[in-house]
């Protein structure tokens, strides 16, 4: 470094302009290239009235630095800068602007650089002009750039209106992306759901350019009205348009709004009106009311509220039930109170009271709650058992037991046992039961609410593999009922609403098992279907209550109680297909004290005695001749004798 500035003093008092060329290509011509990574261009500090420092010997030449040493008005003339308009770096073949009075202004930078720059921030004229495409509304940017960030480099301006720009393209391209998703979602509804080319018009699209949030409030409003056309079709019928086309553009609306699956939307139809499918999918959004139940071996209910009341929560006794509360608000969490902890009350959803309500447990009874993770109805059990008698809780999952077991702990619990067993092989054990609960695994169907993924994830599969198991316990729960209790009965419930999964489990029991539906003892409640789809279900399953969310506010429900009459599978009385004449003649069978059984009995013995009618005649024949041979041989006696 010491030997090129000595040259250029030398050159400057005599041969100038040679070793002033020389020097500036090699040395005082700074590349941002060599400096920092960067493109190079040829630019050093800015010509200052100032004296430069005296040059200071150092070995770290290379290291990025921004000051120049010398400036170019102190080695070049403005003739030779005239002479010499490009310079070369000493490791590029680019050409680089020479410094000239003329362009010492935009060559000074106004602050100093970041290290992290990239390439592309350095360029010069050509930049600018690239970046004028779009016109007038460049310039407006550029003067909002000015006035927000005046102390910004020109490259950090273009760079933040590049940005801009990029950002605007993102978020049109991302728009349109989703549109196009949106109706292709659209088109494989209709689809779907078989929907007819002119019921697809512009007042049924879903998207507008209002955005979705408008489109589903259009979709509700449409679901309303032709809601409120099918209430009274004659008078509200639109002209042009059939039953049928309303009834696919209210099952694909519907879709649409709340998610459901085909399977499940044609479920509710079969079910109900499409009023009151409306309202029961509305319910279905929303969370029905906390209850709690009392646990009456540590507590009465009137104390327990009146505990609660004291710390600012706001509750109501549930009319129907002895042990159940409603609550409104509460300052504290319902959850964690020490009355909580200490087991006097269970956060239990209404619905749950309602079969061990129908079960009726006594003291003293041998009891089996079948399926009974996590031990809500369990703990109920109990508590009406006053801890006598045995209970045995069973689950088939043994993940569920530590919750089980914990809330019989909690809940002073000390009359029961806990097992993991199949149900379907609890017959088998050597031990009967006076009752019997089976709170059936279901598709959950009446708590929606609760898990709102069953909206799409269930399909026929799962209804099928649901069927198949509430047929097997049905069966297995009343196997192990003992027959000569004073009360053998079994109770089946599911938190579910599907026909399937409820009246035609409880037909499948009264056709394969010795028993009969009784009156559930329950206060309110829908009865029970005896009439779905051309199928006809035994007339005394009606006396079975159905719950719902649009109509009780609790969670959908089905309870059934059944009476064992004998022990045994029940033999095929009839081999023709049973009509609904010989459901009615059943039904009067009934009603005039007898009973299915007796029914079958008495067709039986009138079988054997047709049977064994030769028989006994043949017999009557040899007692006859019998007798007439011994009157005979009286006759022949009596002869003889008085001859």
Same mark, same amino acid.
């Given at each position: 470094?010491?030997?090129?500035?000595?040259?250029?003093?030398?050159?400057?008092?005599?041969?100038?302009?040679?070793?002033?060329?020389?020097?500036?290509?090699?040395?005082?011509?700074?590349?941002?290239?060599?400096?920092?990574?960067?493109?190079?261009v040829a630019s050093v500090a800015a010509p200052s009235s100032k004296k430069a420092p005296p040059p200071v010997d150092s070995d770290d030449d290379d290291d990025d630095n921004d000051d120049v040493p010398t400036t170019k008005k102190s080695l070049l003339s403005s003739d030779e800068e005239e002479a010499q308009p490009v310079a070369r770096t000493n490791n590029s073949n680019i050409k680089m602007k020479a410094f000239s009075d003329e362009n010492a202004s935009?060559?000074?930078?106004?602050?100093?650089?970041?290290?992290?720059?990239?390439?592309?921030?350095?360029?010069?004229?050509?930049?600018?002009?690239?970046?004028?495409?779009?016109?007038?509304?460049?310039?407006?940017?550029?003067?909002?750039?000015?006035?927000?960030?005046?102390?910004?480099?020109?490259?950090? @301006? @273009?760079?933040?209106?590049?940005?801009?720009?990029?950002?605007?393209?993102?978020?049109?391209?991302?728009?349109?992306?989703?549109?196009?998703?949106?109706?292709?979602?659209?088109?494989?509804?209709?689809?779907?759901?078989?929907?007819?080319?002119?019921?697809?018009?512009?007042?049924?699209?879903?998207?507008?350019?209002?955005?979705?949030?408008?489109?589903?409030?259009?979709?509700?409003?449409?679901?309303?009205?032709?809601?409120?056309?099918?209430?009274?079709?004659?008078?509200?019928?639109?002209?042009?348009?059939?039953?049928?086309?309303?009834?696919?553009?209210?099952?694909?609306?519907?879709?649409?709004?709340?998610?459901?699956?085909?399977?499940?939307?044609?479920?509710?139809?079969?079910?109900?009106?499409?009023?009151?499918?409306?309202?029961?999918?509305?319910?279905?959004?929303?969370?029905?009311?906390?209850?709690?139940?009392?646990?009456?071996?540590?507590?009465?209910?009137?104390?327990?509220?009146?505990?609660?009341?004291?710390?600012?929560?706001?509750?109501?006794?549930?009319?129907?039930?002895?042990?159940?509360?409603?609550?409104?608000?509460?300052?504290?969490?319902?959850?964690?109170?020490?009355?909580?902890?200490?087991?006097?009350?269970?956060?239990?959803?209404?619905?749950?009271?309602?079969?061990?309500?129908?079960?009726?447990?006594?003291?003293?009874?041998?009891?089996?709650?079948?399926?009974?993770?996590?031990?809500?109805?369990?703990?109920?059990?109990?508590?009406?058992?006053?801890?006598?008698?045995?209970?045995?809780?069973?689950?088939?999952?043994?993940?569920?037991?530590?919750?089980?077991?914990?809330?019989?702990?909690?809940?002073?619990?000390?009359?029961?046992?806990?097992?993991?067993?199949?149900?379907?092989?609890?017959?088998?054990?050597?031990?009967?039961?006076?009752?019997?609960?089976?709170?059936?695994?279901?598709?959950?169907?009446?708590?929606?609410?609760?898990?709102?993924?069953?909206?799409?994830?269930?399909?026929?599969?799962?209804? @099928?593999?649901?069927?198949?198991?509430? @047929?097997?316990?049905?069966?297995?729960?009343?196997?192990?009922?003992?027959?000569?209790?004073?009360?053998?009965?079994?109770?089946?419930?599911?938190?579910?609403?599907?026909?399937?999964?409820?009246?035609?489990?409880?037909?499948?029991?009264?056709?394969?098992?010795?028993?009969?539906?009784?009156?559930?003892?329950?206060?309110?409640?829908?009865?029970?279907?005896?009439?779905?789809?051309?199928?006809?279900?035994?007339?005394?399953?009606?006396?079975?209550?159905?719950?719902?969310?649009?109509?009780?506010?609790?969670?959908?429900?089905?309870?059934?109680?059944?009476?064992?009459?004998?022990?045994?599978?029940?033999?095929?009385?009839?081999?023709?297909?049973?009509?609904?004449?010989?459901?009615?003649?059943?039904?009067?069978?009934?009603?005039?004290?007898?009973?299915?059984?007796?029914?079958?009995?008495?067709?039986?013995?009138?079988?054997?005695?047709?049977?064994?009618?030769?028989?006994?005649?043949?017999?009557?024949?040899?007692?006859?001749?019998?007798?007439?041979?011994?009157?005979?041989?009286?006759?022949?006696?009596?002869?003889?004798?008085?001859?």
């Open positions: 470094m010491s030997s090129k500035r000595i040259a250029i003093k030398k050159g400057n008092n005599s041969n100038g302009g040679q070793h002033k060329k020389s020097v500036v290509s090699k040395s005082n011509v700074v590349s941002k290239s060599n400096v920092r990574g960067r493109k190079p935009w060559l000074k930078p106004k602050t100093k650089l970041p290290m992290n720059e990239s390439d592309d921030d350095i360029s010069g004229d050509d930049g600018e002009d690239e970046d004028d495409e779009d016109g007038e509304g460049e310039d407006s940017d550029d003067e909002e750039i000015d006035e927000n960030d005046a102390d910004l480099l020109p490259v950090e @301006r @273009r760079a933040l209106k590049e940005e801009k720009k990029a950002a605007k393209i993102r978020a049109e391209a991302e728009e349109d992306f989703q549109t196009s998703i949106r109706q292709d979602e659209l088109m494989d509804a209709d689809d779907d759901l078989g929907v007819p080319d002119d019921i697809d018009t512009e007042e049924t699209a879903l998207i507008d350019s209002e955005g979705r949030e408008d489109a589903l409030e259009d979709i509700y409003s449409r679901i309303q009205e032709t809601v409120g056309i099918f209430a009274n079709f004659k008078e509200r019928r639109p002209e042009g348009v059939s039953r049928d086309d309303l009834m696919i553009r209210l099952r694909r609306d519907i879709k649409r709004y709340f998610g459901y699956s085909d399977f499940l939307i044609e479920l509710y139809f079969n079910l109900f009106s499409p009023a009151e499918t409306l309202s029961h999918l509305e319910s279905n959004e929303t969370s029905r009311p906390l209850t709690i139940r009392v646990n009456t071996l540590k507590n009465t209910r009137r104390d327990l509220a009146q505990i609660l009341m004291n710390k600012g929560v706001n509750l109501d006794p549930i009319k129907w039930s002895k042990v159940g509360l409603v609550i409104y608000e509460s300052q504290v969490p319902v959850g964690a109170t020490p009355e909580y902890l200490a087991g006097h009350y269970m956060v239990q959803s209404a619905a749950s009271f309602l079969p061990v309500m129908s079960l009726d447990p006594q003291p003293n009874e041998k009891i089996l709650d079948m399926c009974a993770a996590p031990g809500g109805k369990t703990t109920h059990i109990a508590a009406l058992m006053k801890n006598t008698g045995t209970l045995n809780a069973n689950d088939i999952h043994k993940g569920r037991l530590p919750a089980l077991v914990a809330n019989l702990h909690r809940m002073g619990v000390t009359n029961c046992t806990v097992s993991n067993l199949d149900g379907r092989k609890i017959p088998s054990l050597p031990i009967k039961f006076n009752r019997v609960l089976l709170d059936a695994p279901c598709m959950g169907l009446g708590v929606v609410h609760k898990d709102p993924s069953v909206k799409s994830s269930k399909t026929e599969d799962d209804m @099928r593999i649901c069927t198949e198991t509430q @047929r097997h316990l049905i069966l297995a729960a009343i196997d192990a009922v003992d027959v000569s209790s004073p009360e053998p009965i079994i109770v089946y419930s599911t938190c579910s609403i599907s026909v399937e999964e409820n009246e035609e489990i409880i037909a499948h029991a009264l056709k394969h098992r010795w028993v009969k539906v009784e009156d559930s003892g329950l206060e309110f409640g829908a009865p029970g279907i005896v009439s779905f789809r051309g199928k006809k279900f035994h007339q005394s399953i009606e006396k079975s209550r159905r719950y719902y969310p649009h109509s009780n506010n609790i969670d959908g429900f089905f309870v059934c109680k059944l009476r064992k009459i004998q022990d045994g599978k029940k033999e095929k009385v009839q081999t023709h297909k049973q009509t609904a004449d010989d459901v009615e003649e059943e039904d009067l069978a009934e009603e005039r004290g007898g009973s299915l059984l007796l029914k079958a009995n008495y067709k039986q013995n009138q079988a054997k005695a047709a049977a064994n009618a030769p028989a006994k005649k043949q017999k009557k024949r040899k007692q006859s001749k019998k007798t007439s041979g011994k009157s005979n041989a009286s006759a022949k006696r009596l002869k003889t004798s008085t001859s």
